[in-house]
């Protein structure tokens, strides 16, 4: 009997975490054929295309940093109302002390400068140059992570970059590549960045960065998860600094239902790195661009220079400590709700617990209390004594 409740008790703190995470966990869809447009409810004015699954109360905000939130979903179509224009900069400013706008405030840390790359859709693949949208198992995105891998190191970062496949390419697809991502964070590096592609068409990428036709890149940031104050900071960082070296690279920034595994680490990003109507090298020389911008934004402007022996250094996260306390405190309140669940089957229903606590509180409780206050008081008098002798 109570090995029956005790497996009832287990059921039901699964059920609990089941609820609480199914919904983050499986809601970073993306829609099987074409994509959505998003318009703006009183203007009808495009906003942006994603093939990623909107839904209300998603977030975007443009190149020109004006945040509209998506209120209704027609087929095909969305509609998004303007919220605010977003002061990036200054925002930055006022949390980081950027000081000539292009370095921000370092601390130093410990180790080595690292930089992890994974992809979580590894069959993503650019049509014009692979011939095909989707290759599985081997897609042309690990081309364009190497090829941030490679600029990234050649401005003197460690990199590794993980060349694990997660297909199919479905729902489940961030199940798998979260295995990839705690490995990649034992290795302690400073960001961890999943390298993507978007399904929308070629001119939604489309740019010229210092004369160079290149394939612009879009942040996207999950809204459902207990990080998402240090994640939104650690985006607007790379934004900002790309709108001050590079106007144009940084198409925008999603804010999505889900929380593409960003609840693991306060400093990951996902990257879509151009569409898969894009050429794919100009989808590689446009996170050629980035990876100057992830190096400034982690390291500051000087972070070619060599550090001291042992030491680097690494922007801190505005909001990178209280959302970590905050996550723990979540898995603590879970816990506890399984923990009643539990107690109230194993002791025959809530009156009985009731029933027990008030007994235990009663008299057990006393009855500790009462020889922790014997104890306290022997002891008190053997000190007397020892200190008079």
């Not at 970059?161 to 390419?169: L, Y």
Request: hydrophobic content about 35%.
């Amino acid at each position: 009997m109570r090995t029956g409740r005790v497996l009832t008790a287990l059921l039901i703190l699964y059920m609990v975490f089941s609820i609480a995470f199914s919904g983050i966990s499986f809601a970073e869809e993306e829609k099987k054929n074409g994509y959505f447009t998003i318009y703006e409810e009183k203007t009808n004015k495009k906003i942006f295309c994603t093939a990623r699954v909107v839904n209300v109360g998603d977030e975007y905000l443009d190149e020109d940093n004006n945040l509209y939130e998506i209120i209704k979903v027609e087929g095909d179509k969305a509609y998004a109302r303007f919220k605010e224009k977003v002061d990036i900069e200054k925002s930055l400013s006022a949390l980081q002390n950027v000081g000539d706008g292009s370095a921000l405030k370092t601390s130093v840390l410990q180790g080595r400068r690292l930089v992890a790359i994974y992809h979580t859709h590894s069959d993503e693949s650019y049509l014009p140059t692979d011939g095909k949208s989707s290759i599985p198992y081997k897609g042309g995105i690990f081309k364009v992570g190497e090829a941030l891998k490679e600029a990234l190191e050649r401005r003197g970062i460690t990199v590794i970059h993980s060349n694990q496949s997660h297909d199919p390419h479905d729902a489940a697809a961030y199940q798998r590549s979260r295995r990839t991502a705690m490995e990649l964070l034992k290795k302690g590096p400073d960001a961890l960045i999943d390298v993507h592609r978007d399904a929308v068409p070629a001119e939604e990428y489309a740019a010229q960065i210092n004369g160079k036709s290149i394939a612009k890149v879009q942040l996207v940031v999950g809204r459902q998860n207990p990080q998402i104050e240090s994640i939104n900071n650690f985006a607007w960082q790379l934004k900002a600094l790309a709108d001050k070296k590079y106007p144009g690279l940084v198409k925008g920034i999603f804010y999505g239902k889900g929380n593409y595994n960003q609840d693991l680490f306060p400093r990951t990003i996902l990257v879509e790195a151009g569409t898969y109507t894009n050429y794919r090298d100009k989808a590689q020389e446009g996170v050629e661009i980035l990876a100057d911008v992830i190096a400034t934004t982690l390291y500051g402007s000087d972070y070619q220079k060599k550090g001291a022996p042992g030491a680097g250094g690494t922007t801190r996260v505005p909001g990178e400590g209280g959302s970590a306390v905050r996550a723990i405190f979540w898995i603590i309140a879970l816990c506890a709700i399984g923990f009643i669940a539990y107690m109230l089957i194993s002791t025959g229903g809530r009156k009985e617990l009731s029933s027990k606590l008030r007994r235990f509180m009663g008299s057990e409780f006393a009855n500790f209390l009462g020889s922790f206050k014997r104890k306290g008081k022997n002891g008190n008098q053997g000190d007397q004594t020892g200190s008079e002798g």
